[in-house]
Antibody, heavy 117, light 111 residues
Framework: EVQLVESGGGLVKPGGSLRLSCAASGFTFSSYSMNWVRQAPGKGLEWVSSISSSSSYIYYADSVKGRFTISRDNAKNSLYLQMNSLRAEDTAVYYC??????????WGQGTLVTVSS | QSALTQPASVSGSPGQSITISCTGTSSDVGGYNYVSWYQQHPGKAPKLMIYDVSNRPSGVSNRFSGSKSGNTASLTISGLQAEDEADYYCSSYTSSSTLEVFGGGTKLTVL
């Protein structure tokens, strides 16, 4: 069974940093691209970042470019999102997600990041 | 990058059909057959309902169907049921410097 479990969310002050993690199991993690998607309270989904299986290709939404860094450790079956210079508008539930096949997309349960003084 | 455009809300009575539109550009919806639709109930993670414009994953009811014309994709739900009440999001591959773009979401109310 595919499982994605996010962790690392919490309350942080504007300008602060936070590192999110996503532990993957139930599939060959090293073979698939991984994604971070966020959802601000009461708002829609926003794609944040993607990383290819070998970390060769990395993409970011314009809203986080230069502040967030996506990475992965295939030996640990883990995905990360380093978030720096956090702003109030970064407050959201952050999901990690993976498309294993065209018809198979898996999501974690999400971790809440709150940026507030 | 701009989000794909969806109506904020739609509604229908049980048994009726509704259609949700998703309008993008030739750089995303219109240029590729990589449009997906997700259903999200409150407090839950999104669930894939349609992929590659018109394909249903195993286990998704055939009451859900997808199509595309030009830069606009559509999700149709026929025979509305109370359990269909949820938020629906489209997404598409994009050739911009980013990789994927979502629609703003549509709240479906079953009257």
């Amino acid at each position: 069974e595919v499982q994605l479990v996010e962790s690392g969310g919490g309350l942080v002050k504007p300008g602060g940093s936070l590192r999110l993690s996503c532990a993957a199991s139930g599939f060959t993690f090293s073979s698939y691209s991984m994604n971070w998607v966020r959802q601000a309270p009461g708002k829609g989904l926003e794609w944040v970042s993607s990383i290819s299986s070998s970390s060769s290709y990395i993409y970011y939404a314009d809203s986080v470019k230069g502040r967030f860094t996506i990475s992965r450790d295939n030996a640990k079956n883990s995905l990360y999102l380093q978030m720096n210079s956090l702003r109030a508008e970064d407050t959201a539930v952050y999901y990690c997600a993976c498309r294993i096949a065209a018809a198979e997309v898996y999501w974690g349960q999400g971790t809440l990041v709150t940026v507030s003084s | 990058q701009s989000a794909l455009t969806q109506p904020a809300s739609v509604s229908g009575s049980p048994g009726q059909s509704i259609t949700i539109s998703c309008t993008g550009t030739s750089s995303d919806v219109g240029g590729y057959n990589y449009v997906s639709w997700y259903q999200q109930h409150p407090g839950k993670a999104p669930k894939l309902m349609i992929y590659d414009v018109s394909n249903r994953p195993s286990g998704v009811s055939n009451r859900f169907s997808g199509s595309k014309s030009g830069n606009t994709a559509s999700l149709t739900i026929s025979g509305l049921q109370a359990e269909d009440e949820a938020d629906y999001y489209c997404s598409s591959y994009t050739s911009s410097s980013t990789l994927e773009v979502f629609g703003g979401g549509t709240k479906l109310t079953v009257l």
